[in-house]
């Protein structure tokens, strides 16, 4: 079966760093996409992965361990407009290289 | 630049309505074009994959007759959620992915609001 886990939720300080974790089981792996959604939007995206490591993209860098089945987003220096909805997703490959999510994770950032 | 257009954003209607849903990349082609849909705090879940040209690959669960899905050129693909009832009142988001290459993103639409009464 398909799995990916998140923490339901987090809360971290203004200014602060945080670790948003993601662990998968999937039949196939074809990268790892994070994605970001405020309430009521639609996600955009941050950051991808395909090899192991830390692929640094601006202010959103996300890392992967494949043979953990474990990827990060970390986020430096929080500002309120980082409170939303983090999203893990796997392309799991097949014909169609569909994306399968995770539930997410709500991230409130507090003054 | 990979920006996806989804219209209309709000729908409020009847029991029993049909509702159409588009989605369009506006900067590129997409051949393949994915439909979702999210209820209140929950994750996304896909409910078909939309393949221009062909016919659209369901998720598991998902009934075709009731979610008609055409995709009839490489920027448009609609999704028509056929005698709407309550139940189907939910946030229908699409995206689309830019060229062929594998490791593109999928880019979302603004989604779409169903609220069936």
């Known amino acids: 079966g398909q799995n990916i886990d998140q923490p339901t939720e987090m809360t971290a300080t203004e200014g602060a760093i945080v670790q948003i974790n993601c662990t998968y089981q999937t039949s196939g792996f074809n990268g790892l996409f994070w994605y970001q959604q405020h309430a009521g939007e639609a996600p955009t995206f941050l950051s991808y992965n395909v090899l192991d490591g830390l692929e640094e993209k601006g202010r959103f860098s996300s890392f992967l361990s494949r043979s953990k089945g474990y990827s990060y987003l970390p986020l430096k220096e929080l500002q309120m407009k980082d409170s939303a909805s983090y999203l893990c997703a796997v392309r799991a490959g097949g014909a169609t290289n569909k994306l399968i999510f995770g539930t997410g994770t709500l991230l409130a950032v507090q003054p | 630049g990979a920006v996806v257009s989804q219209h209309p954003s709000w729908v409020i209607c009847k029991s029993g309505t049909s509702v159409k849903i588009e989605c369009r990349s506006l900067?590129?082609?997409?051949?393949?074009m994915f439909w979702y849909r999210q209820f209140p705090k929950q994750s996304l879940m896909l409910m078909a994959t939309s393949n221009e040209g062909s016919k659209a690959t369901y998720e598991q669960g998902v009934e075709k007759d009731k979610f008609l899905i055409n995709h009839a050129s490489l920027t448009l693909s609609t999704l028509t959620v056929t005698s709407a009832h309550p139940e189907d009142s939910s946030f229908y988001i699409c995206?689309?992915?830019?060229?062929?290459?594998?490791?593109?993103?999928?880019?979302f639409g603004d989604g779409t609001r169903l609220s069936i009464l």
């Open positions: 995206s689309a992915r830019p060229g062929t290459g594998i490791n593109q993103p999928q880019h």
């Open positions: 900067d590129f082609q997409a051949t393949t």
